[in-house]
C-alpha cells in the first residue's frame, strides 16, 4: 500500500468552482472551460463539489450532474477529487460509490455534522469512515474544516488512517495546520499517505519546506497581497470574479441567499490581480 514516501497524489489540487448563470441556475459550459483552464494553468489535480464550490447550495441531482460532467471533461487529463460530504454513512457511502464508479480518483468527505449542534464522537465518526471506506477501492481524504466543528485530535486521525483500509490524506483547514500536520505525521507514519494543507495558500510557507528558499520566499512575497484578499476579504468568491474578468466564465454570481461580491472588494481584488499579470486573465483573451 502506499504510504507518505510513496503517494499516489501530490501537488496541487485547487477546488473548482461551481459557475451558475445570473437566475441561479448551473451554466455547465461555463463550468466546462473552467475546467479546461484550470488544467491548462497546471495543477496536479482537481477537487469538485468542495465547499468552496458552493455544494452546499447544490441538490442532490445537480451533484450528479456537475460529477459526471467534470469527470467525462477531464477524460482522465489530471485525477479529480469528489467531495461526498453527508451525515449518513449510507448516504456518504452511496454517494463515494457512484463518484468512483465514474472514474473518481479520491473522494474527501468530512467528518458527519448538521447544523450548529449536531456532532458526533470519536467512536461514531470512525464507524463512519469506516463505513464509508468499506464501499470504496479508492483512498479517502478527510476534510478537517472548521465547518463541521468536530474536534479531530492528530492522534484520532492517525488511528484512523491504520485502522481504517482507504483512510489515507488529510486535509487540514483549522489554525496551526503546519504543526497539525507534522503531528499527524509523526504518529502515523506510513499510514498518512497525504497530509495536505487546505488553506487556499495563506500557509504555504508554513507547510512546506522548499530547496530554495529565498525563491520561495520571493514568490510568496509577491503574490501574498492576491492571496490574503481571497482568504480575508473576498473568500470563495474571489476565483469565479478573476475568472469572470478574464473571460472565462460568463458569471461569477453565487446562488441565492449567498450575498454577492461587494463591487468594492471586487474593484480591489481585480487591481491587485492586474498588477501581477495573472494566466487567469491571459487565458480566454
Known amino acids: 500500500m502506499p504510504g507518505l514516501s510513496n503517494p499516489r497524489y501530490r501537488g496541487i489540487f485547487p477546488v473548482v468552482p461551481t459557475t451558475f448563470r445570473e437566475d441561479g441556475t448551473l451554466d455547465l459550459a461555463s463550468q466546462k472551460r473552467c475546467v479546461d483552464f484550470m488544467i491548462d494553468s497546471g495543477v496536479d489535480g482537481l477537487c469538485i463539489l468542495a465547499n468552496y464550490s458552493e455544494q452546499f447550495l447544490l441538490a442532490d441531482d445537480e451533484r450528479e450532474t456537475l460529477t459526471r460532467l467534470v469527470l467525462e471533461h477531464v477524460a482522465g487529463r489530471v485525477p479529480v477529487i469528489v467531495t461526498t460530504t453527508h451525515t449518513s454513512t449510507a448516504i456518504c457511502a452511496a454517494r463515494s460509490r457512484r463518484a468512483q464508479d465514474m472514474g473518481a480518483a479520491m473522494v474527501m468527505v468530512m467528518p458527519p455534522y448538521h447544523g450548529a449542534t449536531f456532532r458526533f464522537g470519536e467512536e461514531q465518526v470512525h464507524r463512519f469512515f469506516a463505513g464509508v471506506s468499506d464501499a470504496i477501492t479508492i483512498p479517502i481524504m478527510i476534510q478537517d474544516a472548521p465547518a463541521a466543528g468536530t474536534p479531530l485530535s492528530p492522534a484520532f486521525l492517525a488511528r484512523m488512517a491504520k485502522e481504517i483500509e482507504q483512510v489515507s490524506y488529510f486535509k487540514m483547514e483549522t489554525a ?14 506510513e ?3 497525504g497530509p495536505w494543507d487546505g488553506e487556499e495558500g495563506i500557509t504555504l510557507l508554513a507547510v512546506l519546506e522548499a530547496g530554495d528558499k529565498d525563491a520561495a520566499f520571493a514568490q510568496y512575497q509577491r503574490w501574498l497581497p492576491l492571496i490574503n484578499h481571497e482568504n480575508r476579504q473576498a473568500g ?4 469565479k470574479a478573476l475568472m469572470h474578468a478574464g473571460g472565462v466564465i460568463a458569471c461569477d454570481a453565487p446562488r441565492s441567499p449567498w450575498p454577492a461580491l461587494h463591487p468594492e472588494v471586487r ?14 486573465l491571459r487565458w480566454a483573451r
Request: proline letters at 3%.
Open 191 to 193: 499510514a498518512i499517505e
Open 176 to 189: 496551526g495546520a503546519a504543526n497539525k500536520l507534522r503531528e499527524l505525521i509523526a504518529l502515523g507514519g
Open 236 to 239: 470563495f468568491l474571489a476565483a
Open 267 to 280: 474593484r480591489q481584488l481585480l487591481d491587485i490581480a492586474r498588477r501581477l499579470d495573472p494566466l487567469v
